[in-house]
């Protein structure tokens, strides 16, 4: 069975500091990693992670995925109140329908 | 932003009715999911449509079913609705590459509440 585990669960920072999110897996036939942001509504797309050690860069936000050791990183710098949401890893699978959700980072930015 | 609409957005309904989910697309994608969100549960698929007529259960399909006549839509059924099912219900969509799936989009999901 497919795993994707996050941490920290939860996270409160100031603003201006910079985070990482952490998102490990356990998956048979990796095919991509996915990051989502969810504030009170729907998960919002980021990052589809498919290849090792090539960053994926969005403004303050940033990710990377290392398949040989079977982990990604979400990095925001400059944290900001917006910021404030609940994070999502999620790994695609080759040759399956399914996606696989971690439990998700809740991150909050205090001002 | 994806065209994925859910219906109703917000329904309340008593133990033991049946209630019926509505997910409508415009992307013509292929698959097309319903998950649900719970507290410490995170995001756990209820079935998924990989076609039209071709359905599959997820990890926590007891008690619903689905159907998906044409592409763009996929229902979502609860036969007779319990408390347990009371939760933030979303619908996702998803294309395919050619050689994996793109990712996925979600509706603004449908707050369900069973009392």
């Known amino acids: 069975e497919d795993k994707v585990v996050q941490s920290p669960l939860s996270l409160v920072v100031h603003e201006g500091d910079t985070v990482t999110l952490n998102c490990s897996y356990e998956v048979t036939n990796f095919r991509s990693l996915l990051w989502y942001k969810q504030e009170k509504k729907a998960p919002t797309f980021l990052f589809m992670l498919?290849?090792?050690?090539i960053e994926k860069k969005s403004g303050r936000l940033s990710s990377i995925l290392d398949k040989k050791e079977l982990f990604s990183i979400l990095n925001i710098t400059a944290t900001q109140t917006g910021d404030s949401a609940i994070y999502l890893c999620?790994?695609?699978?080759?040759?399956?329908?399914?996606?696989?959700f971690g439990k998700g980072t809740k991150l909050s930015v205090i001002p | 932003d994806a065209g994925i609409t859910q219906s109703p957005r917000h329904k309340v309904t008593e133990t033991g009715t049946p209630v019926t989910l509505r997910c409508h697309q415009t992307?013509?994608?292929?698959?097309m999911y319903w998950y649900r969100q719970d507290p410490g549960h995170g995001l756990r698929l209820i079935h998924y449509?990989?076609?039209?007529?071709?359905?599959d259960k997820g990890e926590v399909s007891d008690g619903y079913s689905v159907s998906r006549s044409k592409t763009e839509d996929f229902l979502l059924t609860l036969e007779s609705a319990t408390s347990s099912q009371t939760s933030v219900y979303f619908c996702?969509?998803?294309?395919?590459?050619?050689?994996?799936?793109?990712?996925?989009?979600f509706g603004q999901g449908t707050r369900l509440t069973v009392v």
């Open positions: 449509s990989y076609g039209v007529k071709d359905t």
């Open positions: 996702a969509i998803s294309g395919w590459t050619g050689r994996s799936n793109t990712e996925a989009f």
């Open positions: 498919t290849s090792s050690g």
């Open positions: 992307e013509n994608h292929r698959y």
């Open positions: 999620v790994h695609s699978g080759a040759g399956s329908y399914q996606l696989t």
